[in-house]
């Protein structure tokens, strides 16, 4: 039997397990896994600059493509607390990542030794499992225990706790021999399926709510062709946005009180059946559930089954995988076709799509934010990955931004921890070297874990991020209306080195090109289609982050309310057929 340190056998397990990349940095505790990654000399290592900006690195590497999972590393002690934010950003949105750490050795956790920290206790309520090891033996097991839970039901995080002579101990292992653990599939039955399709029958306004669970089981292509096959309308989740494409004759809108369109509101307010396929009635969905609920009926349909019931108790859960559940309704519409003619509740759906639309071609300067979108829709194509995590920024993108593939919005839905975008947008270039990345951030989320961009140059990961500078919390100036203030909010001050910034204090673009990357900055609508187009040249010829920043009005209300019929719109709309110049029309 091989021997080799334990260090060595775990860096066996994570090639085996499919890993090529790890986003950390080194510190004494862990050496010895970075010694057994240099010898085994196949994992590629992205030197983060904090260590939130590997946790969340790993986060967008595992949210780029189907299977992966991001794998980040750090010291013991403050690396660890720094990546609970990753943590919990990843269990919040169902993505497995792995988090391993180094510790102090077994015999010194209890002396308040140099760095050492109970992490794991630390970790546990944001990870599926957070473990110290502490027999060397066990290294193995662990780690082909961590692979397993990632994959299995709801997906989520691992940490695994390294103390420094756990690492070091050489152990019998052959990585021959290692196999995966089996993952279990909770799998819909026919019975269940024919139960859905008979509330369908029963129902006359019927809806699918899809959630990010069909993202992570990769059956985007499987929803589009149950709701054809029934001619449903989809109402996608912000985690599950991209799942039907925006331009599809299906797709009627996202529902909620923030990220949300006027269309999709009015669609389920009117619906009278909601069929939530891998969703969880995220609060700023649903709103007010009164609302939410009024005069209609709900399938929920999850993998994990305390989600079932959780938020409300539908009137039929199924515990399944998306993808499982969609085999099986589609194999059960199939036999009952033809199913019943839903063309005058499509249209009517289809036909809001059209009409109840926001006003994005403002040409006022100061840029108004609805502006950036329209040129962004234009700039960009379906093929674009778009990064977020929150903010005005993040909320109007999502009202306003076209999206048309899974896994082309990737915003940390539940957490929303600021710095998230551009650690995250990192980790989708590094997966995805191929398709363009364009990240938006607001100003402040920018400057949180803004020192990343120097990893994006160092390790020539290029992508675009959009910086919509109001020089304020925007989200939460516009929360203080109801205090009736304007307290802590506001970014702007003079800054003695740029007097052309005019008060708006930070100057991005300087920052940026101080840690390798390359900016350009507009202040007037009319320049926010060159400067894209100049960026995508920057970024083809110096493959580095190029950040494009856009002076902004400074305060903008943006649409939002506390129930889905009380949204309050602040600026103008259009409710007429054809005048926005980036209206995705249905798809014919
Ligand atoms: C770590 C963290 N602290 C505080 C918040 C609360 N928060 C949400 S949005 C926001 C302001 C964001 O400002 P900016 O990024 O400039 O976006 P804007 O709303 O101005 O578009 C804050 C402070 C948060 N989400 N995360
Ligand atoms: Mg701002």
Sequence with gaps: MP??????????????????????????????????????????????????????????YTRARAGNIGVCVGTSGPAGTDMITGLYSASADSTPILCITGQAPVAKLHKEDFQAVDISSIAAPVAKWAVTVMEAAQVPGTFQKAFQLMRSGRPGPVLIDLPLDVQLTEIDFDPELYTSLPVATPRASVAQAEAVLQMLAQAERPLIVAGGGIVNADAADLLVEFAELSNVPVVPTLMGWGTIPDDHRLMAGMVGLQTSHRYGNQTMVEADLVIGIGNRWANRHTGGLETYRAGRKFVHIDIEPTQIGRVFAPDLGIVSDAKAALEVLVHVARQQAPLDDRSEWAAACRDRKARMRRRTDFDNVPIKPQRVYQEMNNAFGPETRYVSTIGLSQIQAAQMLHVYRPRHWINAGQAGPLGWTGPAALGVAVADPDTPVVALSGDYDFQFLIEELAVGAQFNIPYIHVVVNNAYLGLIRQAQRNFDMDFCVQLAFDNINTPELAGYGVDHVKVAEGLGCKAVRVFEPDGIQPALDEAKKLLAEYRVPVIVEVILERITNVAMGTEIDKVVEFDELTDVRHPVPTASGPRE
């Design 3 to 60: 021997r080799m340190t334990a260090a060595r056998a775990a860096v066996e397990i994570l090639r085996r397990e499919g890993i090529t990349h790890l986003f950390g940095l080194p510190g004494a505790a862990i050496n010895p896994f970075y010694s057994a990654v240099r010898d085994q000399g196949e994992l590629r290592h992205v030197l983060a600059r904090h260590v939130e900006g590997a946790s969340h690195m790993a986060e967008g």
